[in-house]
């Protein structure tokens, strides 16, 4: 856990599966250990994307400061680039305070970018090559991205188009493969990934689905596209929005709309545990117990 470390700063990253509970862990962790909390979570640094997202409420929070909330507008895409830079503003702002940052999200390569310090670089968009790539299928996007790029295509969601095209578009541009991992990163990270059968999981997908669709989550995509997010964009977002923004252009039921979220959320969650399964620094835990017993010995 840590002597090589201890120059470093100590911060403490909850991960784990979509539906699995980190916002309610790190909220107690946090009030237990007098931390504040930074989001690593691709979709809730958008404006007005509350429900679909899961983005903690106010009541949730209990008092704690949360950050990397609601910084961006859904019309532009945010890169990892910018997340890095932000959560690490945010962090040295807790440290300041004499507070223990807790880095919370299902995001791995926000946290990838954040933790392992990998250097990003700023290559603008190329939008006359994203309208070609955007032809293509995911499937040839990854063989694609797998020719000239085999490492970081270990690591992508190989489903997700958005950031096969950033990729392609960041390799094309800069003449250069993704960047790895820089060594000399500023945290000493301890890493806490929350452990759950997948059919518990699939239970508490099915719960929060029906919650969410209770507490508005079509009336909040159909408000995303009148305040001017086009439907196209909407559906880069994935599961819940891109299903309700089908469902909105009444291309699919509701039903299916229902079926296809909770399927994707399930296959998502499966994605997102591959993606942590080789890395041995996690600690898997199940309990709240568990993790106390963890950051009491770090800290």
């Known amino acids: 856990m840590g002597i090589k470390g201890k120059n470093k700063q100590k911060i403490v990253v909850i991960l784990g ?27 809730q640094v958008y404006k007005g994307m509350n429900i679909g997202s899961g983005k903690i409420t106010k009541k949730e929070m209990k008092g704690v400061p949360h ?33 223990i940052p807790f880095v919370c999200g299902g995001s791995a390569f926000y946290i990838k970018a954040l933790v392992d310090g990998i250097i990003l670089p700023e290559v603008p968009p190329d939008w006359n090559l994203r ?26 969601d190989r489903q997700n188009k958005r950031r096969l ?18 060594k000399n990163s500023p945290y000493n990270p301890l890493f806490l990934g929350l452990k759950i059968s997948q059919k518990e999981l699939s239970k508490k ?10 507490r508005g989550m079509v009336k909040e995509v159909k408000k995303l596209r009148e305040s001017g997010v086009s439907f196209k964009r909407l559906e880069e977002f994935g599961m819940e929005y891109e299903w309700a923004a089908k469902y909105l252009q009444k291309k699919i039921s509701k039903k299916e709309m229902v079926e296809r979220i909770q399927k994707e959320s399930e296959q998502f969650a499966k994605k997102q545990m591959a993606w942590w399964k080789n890395d041995k620094r996690i600690n898997w835990i199940k309990t709240q117990k568990q993790a106390e017993v963890l950051v009491k010995s770090f800290l």
């Open 17 to 43: 599966p979509t539906a699995s509970g980190k916002s309610d862990l790190a909220v107690q962790l946090s009030l237990r250990f007098n931390g504040e909390v930074v989001s690593a979570d691709s979709r």
């Open 67 to 99: 950050y990397l909330l609601d910084v961006a507008s859904p019309k532009r895409k945010f890169t990892a680039s910018r997340y890095k830079q932000l959560s690490e503003k945010a962090i040295n702002k807790i440290l300041k305070k004499k507070k």
């Open 131 to 156: 309208k070609k790539l955007e032809k293509e299928d995911a499937e040839s996007l990854y063989k694609k991205l797998k020719k000239i790029d085999p490492k970081r295509a270990k690591n992508i």
């Open 165 to 182: 095209i950033r990729a392609i578009e960041i390799i094309e541009k800069s003449k250069k493969p993704v960047p790895g991992i820089k």
């Open 205 to 214: 997908i099915e719960k929060r689905l029906k919650k969410r669709l209770q």
